[in-house]
């Protein structure tokens, strides 16, 4: 199954930025989309971890839920996904405590995270 999916990159090495270009159409600077199957946008997931450098990405596509989307996050982002109530929203952490979390040494593995919106 395919579908349409999202990648919004911030502060990734041009060398990614290219990258991304070679299978997705770049809207505007930073947002990709395309329409994939799940083997390949996982393909293409793994490319974007390895590239990522000190940069954030978040990916989003369609699937078949009630929300109809998911999407996952890598890198630090003032930007966090909570749960509550069985719905996916957005929090914000305090400007200086993300100051603080850049500071951290970064784990693209510990960093990745999935949502999924049910």
């Not at 070679?22 to 809207?27: A, C, D, P, Q, T």
């Not at 699937?63 to 003032?78: C, I, K, V």
Request: proline letters at 3%; a positive charge.
């Amino acid at each position: 199954m395919s579908g349409l999916m999202v990648v919004a990159v911030e502060n990734v090495p041009p060398s990614l930025r290219g990258r991304l270009a070679v299978w997705l159409i770049e809207i505007r600077a930073g947002i990709y989309i395309g329409n994939f199957s799940v083997r390949v946008r996982e393909y293409i997931w793994d490319h974007i971890i390895a590239g990522l450098g000190k940069g954030n990405v978040v990916m989003a596509w369609s699937t078949n839920n009630d929300a109809g989307y998911e999407f996952r996050t890598a890198g630090l982002n003032r930007r966090i996904p909570r749960e509550m109530d069985g719905i996916m929203l957005i929090s914000f952490l305090p400007e200086q405590i993300n100051s603080q979390s850049s500071k951290l040494k970064r784990n693209s593995k510990k960093s990745e995270e999935i949502y999924k919106v049910d």
